[in-house]
């Protein structure tokens, strides 16, 4: 059901396939490089070419990678010209950065999530005071220095920023003959899965197979709540590890519904030379059963005395993970379990920065009773 239409590395860059379904209906896969590397490899992404009847692709790399996407296109016989829309699985740069020099090489409408649509926009009036105004509201907790950012991310801004966008909504919304979108806010609160008739599910960054996507935070939610449209007030529905773990179940019943769904993720489709298939039920069981262990390592850590997140991560995670930016990315991947580790009670912020934990241990069964909204 694979076939590799030109051999790539052997981590998948630059590797177009085409995956033909049981119905005849054709995707290809056109994996673009990713510089993050080091220890948070993420692998290349992952974008999908739909041959529907008005074909339409799914992300578009990083920045500056169109020339590479329309290259790999034509080598499995497609041209920009027939691509009609673009649909953007959720607002990270390592699937949106292409998206605005696809638009101008293709001529296709862009088809995003309506948050995507706000968190994309300067508000140099309305930012909350202690963030970038000059980034837009997208990046607002951003934590890599200004040296990287205006060197990496100030064009990709500025011309993302100007996109027209068709918004789609929460609720499942038709992108052509049985092809629906379903809204999996938690790994990004403008995040999208694709369900394609009843055989493919594609699921961006929310279900990776060997890493575990990182969740956001409830703590962004407060400094973005002005510009989001008044109907998200809640935090937990949109941010965080408990809207995270929603969506999985709500992946999970779309997985109990189509029992074959062949599900095509953001990374590691194909990594180090092997393919990744992914049984959807048990991948996300393993996601759900990580983060549990995850909070009861960090309560435990608690038990012992009141810490910092960094603190924390300093104390859980493995030294080579913590070099260079790794820091604080472990350091926002254990504020995220500290914020539900609070909503179960089982932790509180002391003064500033510091978590204490309660004494209970509510976590496990809060996450266990989590359903799909
Ligand atoms: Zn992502
Ligand atoms: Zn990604």
Known sequence: MVEVIRKGEEN??????RLTLPSGVEIIGLPTENF?????????????????DRPFLVDTGKFGMGPKLLEMMESAGVSGGDVDAI????????????????VESTGAKVKAHRIYDRLIRFYPTKAPAGVNKNFPASCWHCFMPESFSSQHCLGYHQERGRLKIEQIGDDLCTLGEAIHTYYVPGHSPDALAILVGDEALIVGDTVLPEITPFPSREAFFEQVREILAPEYTRAQSIYGLLAYIRSLRKLEQIGRTFTDLLVLPGHRLFYNNHWNEIDLQLRINELIEHHIDRCADILKILKKGQRTAREIAAAHFEEHLLKGVGIMMAENEVLSHCELLCASNDAVLTGDREFAATGSSNFESLIRSLEAE
């Open 12 to 17: 998948g860059n630059n590797m177009p396939i």
């Open 36 to 52: 993050y590397g080091g220890e948070w490899d993420l692998g290349p992404t992952w974008n999908y070419l739909l041959l529907t």
């Open 87 to 102: 649909v953007v699985s959720h607002g990270h740069e390592d699937h949106d950065g292409g998206l605005f020099g696809m």
